[in-house]
């Protein structure tokens, strides 16, 4: 990987960026949220596939991220209605 790709790939995130603030001015607050977390979803790619250089290890080396990743997202969604019904009033 030469340096004018990474480069490259850093100035796609900084546009990525300004896609994402100016779609925090749309009117619909909705298509703007869905937007603004594809396109971190897909910047979130970017830089592990590159920086981390998750493109160059083995396959499990992916698996074990993808697990954790998971885990937060159970642990997410199974902690957060109790906090709502407790704290949420």
């Given at each position: 990987?030469?340096?004018?790709?990474?480069?490259?790939?850093?100035?796609?995130?900084?546009?990525?960026?300004?896609?994402?603030?100016?779609?925090?001015?749309?009117?619909?607050?909705?298509?703007?949220?869905?937007?603004?977390?594809?396109?971190?979803?897909?910047?979130?790619?970017?830089?592990?596939?590159?920086?981390?250089?998750?493109?160059?290890?083995?396959?499990?080396?992916?698996?074990?991220?993808?697990?954790?990743v998971g885990l937060i997202v159970i642990l997410y969604f199974t902690l957060?209605?109790?906090?709502i019904h407790v704290y949420g009033r």
């Open positions: 990987m030469t340096e004018k790709f990474l480069v490259t790939i850093w100035a796609a995130l900084l546009g990525l960026l300004g896609v994402s603030l100016v779609l925090g001015h749309l009117g619909n607050v909705f298509l703007a949220t869905v937007l603004i977390f594809t396109i971190a979803i897909f910047k979130a790619w970017l830089v592990g596939a590159y920086y981390m250089r998750l493109k160059e290890e083995p396959r499990y080396i992916l698996w074990i991220l993808l697990g954790g957060v209605p109790d906090i």
